[in-house]
């Protein structure tokens, strides 16, 4: 949990899949409904455990906990190209529920998918600017070596980098790395919070919907971190002390319940959130120094 000097100041947005080919239960559907009152049970039991030692603190950090139920927003995308791109857009537009609602210094998009033959769950390190679906999205899109990153307007091909509101738009097959410490991540959450084996890094996302959400996401933060810090920059001067709220994407992947049950799977991602607002905190109070 944060020590002294390290603010909780961070808000996320958690995405699960719907259906996709024939499956009408997806794990990340029941785990991301469930997820706010969750979040709601865990902080009103924290205070109240609280309240009875009269330490101050709880499990998950009675603050911890607090701070997430209050920060979390939660949201289902259609297993479809077109919706995805559409809601990550729609989180990344000025008005209410979205990133910068939040007054948060640090916004993670924590987007979970199903890995239907996994034995563990996954922390993905990267996703890739390629599109190709082995089978068709819930619209009917099945595309073979396409972008996901669009180049500019009418370019025929996006195999070169073109100039995008004054940055570079990725070529095709390019790598998009998270912000994150996946590593470190893994290591805490296998060691400090007991998961052990049943957690692991992995950069290797596939190539369907959920390679294409977080290459998106992923795409989406960086610009807009990039533009943030710039015009904050030029506002202040070079030389000046700024703050501006920064973006990071991860995804999770999870294996079905029938491997890992949804009570335990659904303490994993609050865990994972915990440890993550935790480090970010860490982060800002060492850049603070």
Same mark, same amino acid.
Request: aromatic share 8%.
């Given at each position: 949990?944060p020590?002294?000097?390290?603010?909780?100041?961070? @808000?996320?947005?958690?995405?699960?899949?719907g259906?996709?080919?024939g499956?009408?239960?997806?794990?990340?559907t029941?785990i991301?409904?469930a *997820?706010p009152?969750?979040?709601?049970?865990?902080?009103?039991? @924290?205070?109240?455990?609280a309240?009875?030692?009269?330490?101050?603190?709880?499990?998950?950090?009675?603050?911890n906990?607090q701070?997430?139920?209050?920060?979390?927003?939660?949201?289902?995308?259609e297993t479809?190209?077109?919706?995805?791109?559409?809601?990550i857009?729609?989180?990344?537009?000025?008005? #209410?529920?979205?990133?910068?609602?939040?007054?948060?210094?640090?916004v993670? *998009? *924590?987007h $979970?998918g199903?890995?239907?033959?996994?034995?563990?769950?996954?922390?993905?390190?990267? @996703?890739?600017?390629?599109?190709?679906?082995?089978?068709?999205? #819930?619209?009917?899109y099945?595309?073979k070596?396409?972008?996901?990153?669009?180049?500019? #307007?009418?370019?025929?091909s996006?195999?070169?980098?073109?100039?995008?509101?004054?940055?570079?738009?990725?070529?095709?097959?390019?790598? $998009?790395?998270?912000?994150l410490?996946?590593?470190?991540?893994?290591?805490?959450m296998?060691?400090?919070?007991?998961?052990?084996?049943?957690?692991r890094?992995?950069?290797d996302?596939?190539?369907?919907v959920?390679?294409y959400?977080?290459?998106?996401s992923?795409h989406?933060?960086s610009?807009?971190?990039?533009t943030?810090?710039?015009?904050?920059?030029?506002?202040?001067?070079a030389?000046?002390?700024?703050?501006c709220?920064?973006?990071?994407? $991860?995804?999770l992947?999870?294996?079905?319940f029938?491997?890992?049950?949804?009570?335990?799977?659904?303490?994993?991602?609050?865990?994972?959130?915990? *440890?993550?607002?935790?480090? $970010?905190?860490?982060?800002?109070?060492?850049?603070?120094?």
């Open positions: 949990m020590h002294d000097g390290e603010e909780l100041s961070v @808000a996320f947005f958690v995405t699960g899949f259906p996709f080919r499956v009408s239960d997806n794990p990340t029941t991301v409904n *997820l009152s969750h979040l709601a049970d865990m902080s009103a039991a @924290a205070t109240k455990e309240h009875c030692d009269g330490t101050g603190c709880a499990s998950v950090s009675g603050v906990a701070h997430l139920a209050s920060n979390t927003t939660t949201h289902i995308f479809s190209a077109q919706d995805v791109k559409k809601s857009d729609d989180l990344f537009t000025a008005g #209410e529920g979205t990133i910068n609602d939040t007054g948060c210094k640090d993670v *998009l *924590l $979970l199903v890995n239907y033959k996994g034995k563990w769950f996954q922390l993905e390190r990267a @996703a890739y600017n390629d599109a190709s679906f082995r089978v068709a999205d #819930e619209r009917g099945q595309p070596g396409e972008c996901i990153i669009p180049a500019e #307007e009418n370019e025929e996006c195999s070169c980098e073109v100039v995008m509101m004054g940055m570079t738009a990725p070529p095709y097959g390019h790598k $998009l790395s998270t912000t410490n996946v590593p470190s991540l893994v290591q805490k296998s060691s400090e919070r007991g998961y052990g084996n049943c957690v890094s992995s950069s996302p596939g190539r369907f959920c390679n959400a977080y290459c998106y992923l989406k933060s610009r807009y971190n990039e943030a810090a710039a015009a904050i920059q030029s506002d202040v001067g030389d000046g002390d700024f703050c709220t920064t973006v990071h994407s $991860l995804f992947h999870v294996p079905p029938h491997v890992v049950d949804m009570k335990t799977q659904l303490t994993f991602v609050c865990d994972l959130m915990d *440890l993550i607002q935790a480090e $970010l905190a860490k982060s800002r109070g060492r850049r603070r120094r």
